[in-house]
């Protein structure tokens, strides 16, 4: 079996008030070391109030902070282990991209030679060996952001901090420096934060997603965990696309949904009880002859959005489903010929329902 990781980073019980209101509350987490760990939430929810209270930018108000065994609560930043890079790049506009990466290294007094090489070889890591001697002026966003991050490496921390270091590039250099960061975090193994409102972002680069709302965890899990089985309505919502029926749980295994009864898993859950079920877009099955399928029913395309390797339909089902969205392949929707007023079968597989009760 493989050796298990070991616990690098814990966190115990952490509240952060600003004067009433209260941003995290006693929240408890642990993450091992190397791990890639995504704060994933709503703008509000905390994960970059979590993340500063960890490097020490703003305290917590209560609660500890453990790292490598050694309590840092109360440690200024200047004596904790991390690099942080952040989403405005923060990097010196008067110095060189060299003299940028090398600035932590000269302020430990290492020797001249070494920190050039120790620069030179983190520029070669993230892409930008030929930049030594332009100012960030001259660099594009992108470029600016992987000298942010060889500054923030530079000095070999134990824990890399990243605060929306992504958002304001655009799509195609977010997509690019997703794989970049991920990739490099896979070659030096150093454990990870990322705080990001950005959803694909979390599902692409993570090892573990901590999605939190309201200063509290609503999960902790894989990618996979958080996309396949929510944890709450919260989490349902907001990770992907959702469909959401409102019913109410009429026996075992069993959920009536206006005059129409779907089969779905429903443990721990009392007959009577008013519940949301769950199904994603690309896990509704169409088809022109299921009709004698479980959870088979007959609706209607409202409308088509093309997007290119799929089709979003918008569909009308039977009384109670109200209006559903749907993702078929661009083969699948010429080969059903779907176009707006197009009725055909859809099938709400039982294992890809999840069932929520309403007090959630």
Do not use: W
Not at 31 to 55: H, M, Q, V, Y
Request: charged fraction near 20%; hydrophobic fraction near 40%.
């Amino acid at each position: 079996m493989p050796e298990s990781k070991q616990n690098f980073l814990r966190i115990d019980n952490l509240t952060k008030h600003f004067g009433e209101f209260v941003a995290v509350q006693e929240l408890s987490l642990e993450i091992n070391d190397g791990e890639f760990i995504c704060f994933l939430g709503p703008s509000g929810c905390g994960k970059t109030t979590l993340l500063r209270a960890i490097a020490g930018l703003d305290p917590q108000s209560s609660g500890s902070i453990t790292q490598a065994g050694k309590d840092i609560s109360n440690l200024p930043p200047s004596q904790r282990d991390f690099g942080i890079v952040f989403q405005s790049y923060a990097l010196f506009p008067n110095l060189t991209v060299f003299q940028n990466v090398a600035y932590g290294l000269e302020n430990q007094k290492i020797p001249k030679p070494e920190i050039r090489k120790q620069v030179n070889d983190l520029l070669e890591l993230v892409g930008m060996p030929e930049q030594t001697g332009k100012y960030p002026a001259q660099l594009s966003g992108g470029q600016q952001q992987r000298v942010a991050l060889a500054r923030a490496l530079a000095t070999s921390p134990g824990l890399l901090l990243l605060d929306e270091p992504l958002s304001a590039l655009d799509a195609r250099v977010r997509a690019t420096l997703r794989l970049e960061i991920r990739s490099l975090h896979e070659r030096l193994g150093v454990t990870t934060i990322l705080v990001t409102h950005d959803q694909e972002e979390a599902l692409s680069m993570a090892d573990r997603i901590v999605v939190m709302n309201e200063g509290r965890i609503e999960q902790v899990g894989t990618p996979e965990e958080i996309y396949s089985a929510p944890a709450s309505p919260f989490v349902a919502d907001f990770i992907g696309v959702m469909n959401f029926l409102q019913g109410e749980v009429t026996n075992s295994g069993k959920v009536l949904i206006g005059e129409n009864t779907l089969d779905c898993e429903t443990a721990n859950i009392p007959e009577g009880s008013k519940v949301r079920v769950t199904v994603r877009p690309e896990d509704i099955l169409c088809s022109a002859d299921d009709k004698n399928a479980a959870n088979s029913f007959s609706v209607k395309v409202e409308s088509v959005e093309f997007l290119g390797s799929f089709c979003r339909l918008i569909l009308s089902g039977p009384d109670g489903f109200g209006e559903l969205m749907t993702d078929l392949s661009t083969q699948q929707v010429h080969e059903l010929n779907v176009t707006p007023e197009t009725t055909f079968t859809a099938v709400f597989p039982a294992r890809s329902l999840k069932v929520f009760p309403e007090s959630l």
